[in-house]
T-cell receptor
Framework: GAVVSQHPSRVICKSGTSVKIECRSL??????MFWYRQFPKQSLMLMAT?????????EQGVEKDKFLINHASLTLSTLTVTSAHPEDSSFYIC?????????????FGQGTRLTVV | AQKITQTQPGMFVQEKEAVTLDCTYDTSDQSYGLFWYKQPSSGEMIFLIYQGSYDEQNATEGRYSLNFQKARKSANLVISASQLGDSAMYFCAASSGTYKYIFGTGTRLKVLA
């Protein structure tokens, strides 16, 4: 089946530094990928839609300058948390869909647990 | 706008018994998809089952079945013959017209030996 790989799975960084998270579709091309954020014991909240070759689309309330998204190829999207602060500590997870049929299952990466100290 | 409601924050079930996890959705779209995902403590999201809004039959995948009642806008997940490994968070989600998912708040299932 389709596989989406996310790296790193865990990262600890100092406050004020930036962290890059990668999301790769391993056996299919994904023109669109999605980034979600999940606080402990809460649901997944969509942060942004990553579009290959164009700007990402951010959900309301998500700071685009803090969460930089780049989708430079059909198999890779990156999320950079800039100038991270402790409140950015969370679980970040990406997803991608195979093909062009809508309402199909999304394949999720393994997630990245970010801790800002 | 879509909304997914999961009213059961936590559920217990005895091993080998069946359990139903509730999910209701609110959408004005005619075409939509409903999904269930399992999230173990490791955090990964595991796809379980999908139901399309135009599918007349309830979806089934092994021990998982989706009780789709369109008029009631409900898409309950039924897990038969529960196993200890089924203990996890379960999320109901919906999408319509795009690949974006809207998730419910989840139900934490604990299977008892």
């Amino acid at each position: 089946g389709a596989v989406v790989s996310q790296h790193p799975s865990r990262v600890i960084c100092k406050s004020g530094t930036s962290v890059k998270i990668e999301c790769r579709s391993l056996d299919f091309q994904a023109t669109t990928m999605f980034w979600y954020r999940q606080f402990p014991k809460q649901s997944l909240m969509l942060m942004a839609t990553s579009n290959e070759g164009s700007k990402a689309t951010y959900e309301q309330g998500v700071e685009k300058d803090k969460f930089l998204i780049n989708h430079a190829s059909l198999t890779l999207s990156t999320l950079t948390v800039t100038s991270a602060h402790p409140e950015d500590s969370s679980f970040y997870i990406c997803s991608a869909n195979r093909g062009y049929i809508q309402n199909t299952e999304a394949f999720f990466g393994q997630g990245t647990r970010l801790t800002v100290v | 706008a879509q909304k997914i409601t999961q009213t059961q924050p936590g559920m217990f079930v005895q091993e080998k018994e069946a359990v139903t996890l509730d999910c209701t959705y609110d959408t004005s779209d005619q075409s939509y998809g409903l999904f269930w995902y399992k999230q173990p403590s490791s955090g990964e999201m595991i796809f379980l089952i999908y139901q399309g809004s135009y599918d007349e039959q309830n979806a089934t995948e092994g021990r998982y079945s989706l009780n789709f009642q369109k008029a009631r806008k409900s898409a309950n997940l039924v897990i038969s013959a529960s196993q200890l490994g089924d203990s996890a968070m379960y999320f109901c989600a919906a999408s319509s017209g795009t690949y974006k998912y809207i998730f419910g708040t989840g139900t934490r299932l604990k299977v008892l030996a």
